[in-house]
């Protein structure tokens, strides 16, 4: 093959690669392509510049690099890792003992943790916002997070509820930060459509760590912002935050008030 040739194909095995691992977590079910054999590093390093959509008739954008390389390298990294992760979901894996899992967990943790050392975390991102580099944080935050579920789900003694809870909302406090950088860079209604499942999960786990600290009731109030704004194209979204509120209203959880603002402002699909 010509080196063209070679690069195109890398880049299409691994974009294959990476739609097949999202729709099979969409699906919850275990990835059946096997990793490809070229290396996504024979895509080259070539970059163009890039411009989001304007705001509004009177709101245009700079352009700004497109940082296409290291997207594609760092999104092959963490697929290759998730797919690992989604072999820990298979009846086998789940039967071991809360011991073995952790011992089984503590792999993939650490490499997504070392992947998201390695990439740009908030802080960093603001300098330069652009939208790819923060959702693919959003979501090796969002696998790691799901690591953590699955521990706290098979943690029958309790030995390490409180501890697992604590990286959990540190991860979904982080995953509000990206959301806020994009909202206020971008505006709230240009959120990719692969953001909404991870904002409705989350959104409804996060309703019950309110008591933890100010922080997460400040990253809640960031998940019902954009659960309002994609709650108006996913009835799922909608039906989550009407659960919500019905909580509330039953008095079983307790609101921020901003959040009731917001969440009562709201006029989505009522299930009708």
């Known amino acids: ?10 880049i299409t095995a691994w974009g294959i690669f990476s739609l097949n691992q999202q729709m099979s977590m969409k699906l919850q079910k275990v990835a059946t392509l096997s990793k490809p054999a070229s290396r996504i590093d024979v895509a080259g390093d070539h970059d163009f510049d890039w411009m989001p ?22 999104l092959a990294e963490m697929t290759d890792i998730i797919l690992h992760v989604e072999y820990l979901l298979d009846d086998e894996e789940l039967s071991m003992s809360f011991t073995a899992l952790c011992a089984r967990v503590e792999d993939p943790y650490n490499r997504l943790q070392q992947w998201l050392a390695d990439w ?4 960093q991102t603001r300098k330069e916002p652009i939208p790819q580099l923060l ?31 604590q990286k959990w909302c540190a991860q979904a406090e982080e995953i509000a930060q990206c959301l806020r950088i994009h909202r206020q860079s971008y505006g709230i209604w240009l959120i990719p459509s692969q953001v909404i499942d991870i904002v409705q999960a989350v959104f409804y786990t996060l ?25 108006q194209k996913s009835k799922p979204m909608a039906e989550t935050i ?18 009731i603002t917001i969440l009562d402002g ?7």
């Open 1 to 10: 093959m010509t080196s063209d040739m070679e690069r195109a194909r890398a």
């Open 53 to 74: 959509y304007p705001r509004s008739n009177q709101i245009m954008y700079a352009a700004k690099r497109a940082h296409l390389p290291q997207i594609r390298q760092g």
């Open 120 to 123: 740009r975390d908030a802080s």
């Open 135 to 165: 959702i693919l944080r959003v979501n090796g935050l969002h696998a790691m997070m799901h690591l953590v579920e699955m521990l706290i789900e098979r943690d029958q003694q309790g030995s390490m509820i409180a501890q697992l809870q």
């Open 207 to 231: 309703v019950h760590h309110l008591e933890s600290s100010n922080t997460v009731r400040h990253a809640f109030i960031e998940f019902c912002r954009f659960g309002i704004a994609l709650g």
């Open 242 to 259: 009407y659960a919500i509120q019905s909580l509330s209203q039953r008095g079983s959880i307790q609101l921020p008030t901003e959040a």
């Open 266 to 272: 709201s006029k989505l699909w009522k299930g009708q």
